[in-house]
């Protein structure tokens, strides 16, 4: 059976129209063979697609993702399937490392005034449905924020595991919101056995606490990735600024204080240790001093006995007179009182202050 | 006959896609598929694949997600067994364990009046629990009475409990507390109360900050002091050392006291003389008694 025309038997006349027809046909069902030749090279050709930089692909065959563990997701590049219904492309936008941020526990703040770092004024209380904060374990609140990055491990378990919400649609959404409710469980948890002091002070300790119930819920619940790190920033709620500064401030001046009682200790130890080096010197030196001169006392002792023993009379006017001969020599200010016309000594009356005039001194003002 | 043969195929490749569409269906890895017939579910494909239907008319089927779903229950006021008033959210994840129950239960198998259902018995389960346990084994510094745990496993499994009895085709993958708070007006009482503990604190800071300036200079003085009277304790040794050698030499001054009395007079007389004297000498006094041989005397004239 055959939808091309029929060319008359030979011998038989033909009729125009009837070839006009014939040919007409026979053109277009050429038309129509190409089209079809076109839509067969587009239908294979349509199984090539491409994957971006910041994205990964997971093929489906009737349903299932082709290939086991790292080899489910296809780089970026070029890629074949078979055309729908027996394939099927899902591309997923997986970064190396992924991120959420938990915010449940922190007081409200804008983008905008995160960024600039500002801090929205305060009422004396806490609203419950626009600020966040934790309880810590001796019934004080505290605001926390975090942060998790993670690493994919199993592509198939976050992508098929866990609903990315409407339509069934495939993403990371379903996964990022598991880990986001594990690291907000995590910072109440963390933050409940732990006191206000110890959060705010033993920052790195509360960050390890978060990070280490991140980890088991993660293997709890099996959610297929890797925490790589988890960073926490904790604060004393904005209406209590006033009194931890006058804490801070408290503990500056203890530090204040210790330091200058430190300074007065290491200057005390200084001055007494010098005190007791000179005063051991000077016994040191005293006691060199002592023993040289007894001994050479001893020694001219020895050298002049033999004299004295000989003319002890002698020997005391003459060394009498030495000594006087030095002293006189070296006396700044010496007087002599002749005798008197009867043969007495003349008298010297001296009127002395409490403290002598000073010898070459200044002169009394008149 | 080659022009035949190409009909031909093209003619079977274009009957196998209609029967296709007509009677295979496919359920992709995060789906499950409830088969209707005549309106009543008759199975359900829980595995990915291609699967034969029905044709429409007599079959239908209805694709439901089987993947975790999250959600978040209301963050409201529940009381603690011993009379506090607790604000707690918790967050859950669950799935569809038995479609073909799931799917007459909320219509259609509507995951989102599934939830609607599924808060309820949350928040009634949340609140049960909660009213069983005092608030410190919410919060507690001690690690043995914190309950938390076993607070979050009592919810989940009063939740399972609930979706089981009520047939729902839904299982609990896992529950967690989200948040814990106060009452707003609680807050501002707790404000009051740290606000004294941040002043006791601030006290106790500077009390012990000049309490331990007071001892560490307190110490100092005394450590100076010991150093020093050990010091003189040490000088007062060497001297005596001293004085033990200066002892060794003095049977040589014995062999004649009155010398060693007057070479020390003599010593002492020289060192008197040295500075800052004013002498004043008759003429008895050596040598100036030498002058009362020479100078004229006057009473002589």
């Known amino acids: 059976m055959s939808n091309e025309p029929k060319t008359p038997p030979p011998g038989q006349p033909i009729d125009p129209g009837a070839q006009a027809l014939a040919d007409a046909l026979h053109s277009s069902f050429g038309i129509v063979k190409f089209v079809m030749a076109v839509l067969f090279v587009v239908f294979l050709f349509s199984g090539f697609f491409t994957v971006g930089p910041r994205e990964k692909a997971i093929k489906l065959r009737f349903g299932k993702p082709v290939g086991e563990g790292d080899k489910v997701l296809l780089g970026s590049g070029a890629h074949w399937a078979w055309p729908y219904p027996i394939d099927e492309v899902i591309k997923i936008p997986i970064t190396e490392v992924q991120e959420v941020r938990s915010r449940s526990h922190w007081f409200m703040q804008t983008a905008v005034q995160e960024a600039a770092g500002e801090v929205p004024p305060t009422g004396p209380s806490l609203n419950p449905a626009l600020d966040g904060y934790a309880l810590t374990a001796d019934r004080n609140i505290i605001h926390a924020k975090a942060s998790v990055r993670y690493r994919i491990e199993d592509p198939v378990r976050c992508v098929f595991d866990f609903s990315s919400g409407a339509d069934q649609a495939y993403g990371l959404t379903g996964i990022s919101n598991a880990v986001l409710n594990a690291l907000d469980n995590a910072l109440v948890y963390a933050a409940a056995r732990a006191r206000l002091d110890d959060v705010l002070r033993e920052k790195t300790a509360f960050q390890d606490a978060v990070q280490r119930r991140v980890v088991q819920l993660v293997l709890e619940q099996k959610l297929g990735i890797t925490v790589e790190q988890c960073l926490v920033e904790t604060r004393n709620p904005r209406q209590l600024d006033m009194a931890f500064k006058n804490v801070t401030d408290a503990g500056q001046r203890a530090r204040a204080a210790l330091t200058e009682a430190s300074s007065y200790q290491n200057k005390k130890m200084n001055e007494a240790e010098g005190e007791a080096a000179a005063r051991v010197n000077a016994a040191q030196a005293e006691r060199s001093d002592m023993v040289a001169k007894i001994e050479g006392d001893a020694a001219i002792f020895k050298k002049v006995l033999p004299y004295y023993l000989a003319d002890p009379q002698l020997f005391v006017q003459q060394e009498l007179n030495k000594v006087l001969g030095r002293a006189i020599a070296g006396v700044d200010y010496k007087m002599y009182l002749p005798t008197t016309p009867d043969g007495k000594p003349m008298e010297l009356r001296l009127n002395l202050n409490r403290e002598p005039m000073k010898i070459g001194g200044a002169k009394p003002a008149n | ?301």
């Open chain 2, 1 to 301: 006959m080659k022009k035949n043969l190409l009909t031909i195929i093209v003619s079977v490749v274009l009957a196998l896609v209609f029967v296709m569409i007509l009677f295979v269906f496919q359920v992709r890895q995060s789906e499950v598929a409830v088969v209707t017939r005549f309106g009543q579910p008759v199975r359900d494909v829980t595995t990915p694949g291609a699967y034969f239907r029905l044709p429409p008319g007599i079959e239908s089927v209805y694709k439901l997600d089987q993947r975790i779903q999250n959600f978040e229950d209301t963050f409201n006021e529940t009381y603690t067994a011993d009379g506090n008033n607790l604000l707690a959210s918790v967050y859950v994840g669950w799935r569809i364990s038995d479609a073909k129950a799931f799917f007459p239960k909320f219509k259609n198998g509507s995951v989102k009046e599934a939830e609607r259902n599924l808060k309820d018995i949350v928040t009634q389960a949340k609140a049960a629990v909660v009213g069983k346990h005092p608030l410190g084994d919410f919060v507690n510094a001690n690690a043995q009475d914190l309950k938390f745990d076993a607070i979050e496993a009592e919810i989940k499994a009063l939740v399972q409990a609930q979706v089981a009895a009520n047939n729902s085709g839904i299982r609990i993958e896992y529950l967690g507390v989200k948040r814990l708070g106060l009452p707003e007006s609680v807050t501002e009482s707790v404000f009051a109360l740290m606000t004294a503990d941040r002043k006791k604190l601030a006290d106790q800071l500077s009390e012990e900050g000049n309490s331990a300036a007071r001892k560490i200079k307190a110490s100092a003085d005394r450590e100076a002091q010991l150093l020093i009277s050990t010091a003189e304790g040490e000088a007062r040794r060497i001297k005596g050392e001293g004085d033990a050698v200066a002892a060794a030499v003095y049977p040589v001054f014995q062999q004649n006291p009155e010398l060693d009395k007057f070479l020390r007079e003599l010593e002492a007389l020289e060192a008197s003389l040295k500075e800052r004297s004013i002498l004043i000498f008759d003429s008895r006094t050596t040598p100036f008694n030498l002058l009362n041989n020479t100078l004229p005397n006057k009473s002589s004239k």
